[in-house]
């Protein structure tokens, strides 16, 4: 309870702090936070705060952002309960549900075209109604998060129907928030009991391993009790690495399990490669025949078999009359048993990998052993701020920052001298850096793609190198200049999202592109870094230029919503081919021109 309670206070001051940098609303500042954490961890898309509140009618209707899957097939829209706390209180069941009721209403008018036509065309609220008015029909998954920094009692309320389609309703309280980032994985909540989903412990082939990092287990899962697991828990039974697989449209190989679950449901155990699966832990005991069976597993996650998953549960969707009942899906289980975390990380690595190593799927958020993420994490232990006393921390393991905390914070003073010398403000993950570095590469189309694929495609040119025994690790020099490139983009967003009611984070990344694209060699990066700061003549002028972005980012859109239409190369170009007013005179960062 302690911990939770520390946890509390720090995510109440995360929220201060950026409020005195400028954010306008601190409801805004907490659900922004909330949300990209469940999108770095993989339980939903990239997402866009949006806030708003109304009448109509009689009906409160109430929204603080959404996310949408790239083939606009699945929706999450997300309703925040705010309080402001710090100390631990429970929020009654009663005003979580009327939360998401709230924010039912808003889904249920957008469905019905009502909404677009009572709001003004040049909000984001706009866009996002005539688009969801738009896709409706076409949605197959859609989800309802009440994000709250208070502890509720229930996560998980009815599931609604509006337009026949079926609609969930989760709630992501502090408790539960903190499950996350306290062990900085998205598998711990889950625990499947094959007693419950499958009527039966699952038959199985044990292998106890006798290294120490794991056991090992075979066996065949009812394909019924696989689309219902996916139904429960969607995105976090996936491991980032395949969330690609979420949307399952495509043509090729889903197409292909699709066809045999509508045609041969009997023969899809010896037509697929199966899933492979890692857990925390496992319970054994045995079938009616007597043989060893699982009972349940914790934490379980699927590193291989995405596609296969998400098929099941979306052609039984699609297409009800098929037969899972005579499906069955072949298994490989892990069972974790390795005590420190980032070898642990390392071990699901390299098991995510060689599964793969046949398939067309990025190690994205697998990548901690690479050879670059471990050269910048040993580079952060060893190069101090121009203070000589602080540091910026690299994030190379997922939780690896609040393990540092734990493991040396081991009384009240030496835990706050330590966040002197390593604020989190200045905690780099794998995932920022990339977005850093794309958005000075001049890529803001990449980096509006979401976290996870602009990573994937920063890792794709790194492992290209790699590969190719041209990789050349990073000096102190690179280093001090990705930290410095870190700054500018983090000083931006503070300003800009104080500027814009929406889409704060294309219009930073796009800014910053046109600043490097047409002064990146005079931007002096060992400035920023001397200093660990940006100068307010740059900031000043960044806000110019934010404001022009903006404009053609919106005109260009051309009615389409400004987050998707960044996601375009040619909303690159067009960006970059508009004309920006120049520099201010006396901008300490751009260094004369030779």
Request: aromatic share 8%; glycine share 6%.
């Amino acid at each position: 309870m302690a911990e939770l309670l520390d946890f509390l206070r720090e995510t109440q001051a995360e929220v201060r702090a950026q409020m005195s940098e400028g954010a306008p609303y601190a409801e805004m500042v907490f659900s922004e936070v909330v949300m990209q954490h469940m999108a770095e961890i993989g339980m939903t898309f990239e997402p866009n705060v949006c806030h708003w509140q109304g009448r109509m009618g009689n009906a409160n209707l109430r929204l603080s952002g959404y996310a949408m899957s790239d083939d606009a097939d699945q929706l999450d829209l997300f309703v925040s309960l705010y309080e402001n706390v710090d100390e631990l209180s429970s929020v009654p069941d009663r005003d979580t549900m009327q939360a998401a009721v709230q924010c039912l209403r808003f889904l249920e008018l957008c469905a019905l075209g009502k909404m677009a036509p009572r709001l003004d065309p040049s909000t984001d609220v706009y866009s996002l109604a005539t688009t969801v008015h738009g896709i409706y029909d076409g949605l197959d998954q859609i989800r309802v998060f009440v994000l709250t920094d208070r502890v509720a009692k229930a996560k998980s309320f009815r599931t609604r129907e509006i337009g026949s389609k079926s609609v969930r309703l989760e709630v992501m309280d502090i408790e539960r928030l903190h499950r996350h980032w306290s062990e900085g994985k998205p598998r711990d909540e889950l625990v499947v009991n094959f007693n419950e989903v499958s009527g039966s412990p699952l038959p199985c082939v044990y292998v106890p391993g006798d290294a120490g990092e794991y056991d090992y287990a075979l066996t065949a899962v009812p394909g019924e009790a696989l689309r219902f697991i996916y139904e429960k828990y969607g995105a976090r039974l996936l491991e980032a690495n395949v969330r690609s697989f979420l949307s399952v449209r495509g043509k090729g190989v889903n197409a292909g399990i699709q066809s045999t679950l509508r045609t041969a449901p009997k023969n899809f155990m010896a037509y697929n490669n199966g899933i492979v699966l890692i857990a925390d832990e496992m319970h054994l005991s045995s079938t009616a025949g007597g043989s060893p069976g699982i009972v349940w597993l914790k934490g379980m996650q699927i590193v291989n078999g995405g596609q296969t998953t998400a098929s099941l549960y979306f052609a039984k969707k699609r297409f009800p009359e098929t037969n899972l009942s005579a499906v069955r899906v072949p298994a490989k289980i892990i069972i974790l048993k390795e005590p420190d975390p980032v070898r642990e990380e390392a071990l699901i690595s390299d098991i995510s990998r060689f599964a793969n190593s046949q398939n067309a799927v990025r190690q994205s958020d697998l990548s901690a052993n690479k050879p670059f993420h471990v050269d910048v994490e040993r580079l952060s232990l060893s190069v101090y701020c121009p203070d000589g006393a602080g540091r910026w921390f690299y994030e190379r393991a997922a939780g690896s920052y609040n393990t540092l905390l734990a493991r040396e914070g081991t009384t009240p003073a030496r835990l706050r001298v330590l966040k002197e010398t390593i604020p989190p403000a200045r905690k780099i993950t794998k995932t920022d850096l990339a977005k850093y570095v794309v958005t000075w590469d001049g890529l803001p189309d990449v980096v509006s793609l979401g976290a996870q694929k602009c990573f994937d495609r920063f890792m794709s040119s790194m492992t290209l190198v790699e590969d190719n025994s041209s990789y050349v690790s990073p000096d102190v020099f690179a280093y001090k200049a990705m930290v410095a490139k870190a700054i500018v983009f983090k000083a931006a967003h503070r300003l800009l999202r104080a500027m814009f009611p929406a889409f704060q984070a294309n219009v930073t990344t796009y800014t910053l592109s046109v600043l490097s694209k047409r002064f990146g060699d005079r931007f002096d990066l060992a400035r920023v870094w001397e200093r660990q700061s940006v100068s307010q003549e740059m900031l000043n002028q960044l806000g110019v230029w934010a404001r022009e972005v903006n404009t053609v980012l919106h005109t260009t859109a051309s009615g389409r919503m400004v987050s998707e239409w960044a996601k375009k190369p040619e909303c690159r170009e067009a960006v970059f081919a508009a004309r920006y007013s120049e520099p201010a005179p006396g901008i300490p960062e751009l260094r004369a021109a030779s």
